[in-house]
């Protein structure tokens, strides 16, 4: 199975699709980053693809891993994404819902004492 690499400037959508792509075909695939940003497109995509696949009833699961790899003769940190197909029954979320929880509601607003009273 290839590796899928994100970069900072790689488009979450791209990154979806390819994610979706491949559990379609193999069941899994494997997401690889190097930095914050990259990282960051990577998390987005995982979700995107989780919407992508929605509609055909697959959900899916992410597991995030520390991995050393060799680039340019220098090791470096990566964090890769294992994202496996999940039995729908399994998950007990709502497919393309957004399951993020409520924001909390703004602390209330504090009040001057009023001179003279």
Not at 64 to 73: A, G, S
């Amino acid at each position: 199975m290839a590796i899928l690499k994100v970069s900072a400037r790689s488009k979450p959508t791209a990154v979806a699709g390819a994610i979706a792509g491949t559990i379609r075909q193999e069941g899994r695939a494997e997401v690889q980053a190097i930095g914050p940003e990259a990282v960051n497109q990577a998390v987005k995509a995982v979700a995107v693809a989780r919407t992508y696949l929605a509609p055909e009833s697959i959900d899916i699961v992410c597991i995030p891993i520390f991995v050393d790899v060799i680039i340019e003769e220098e090791e470096r940190t990566a964090i890769k994404f294992l994202v496996e197909k999940l039995p729908l029954e399994s998950s007990g979320l709502p497919l393309g819902v957004d399951v993020r929880p409520p924001r909390p509601a703004a602390p209330p607003a504090e009040t001057s004492p009023i001179a003279g009273s």
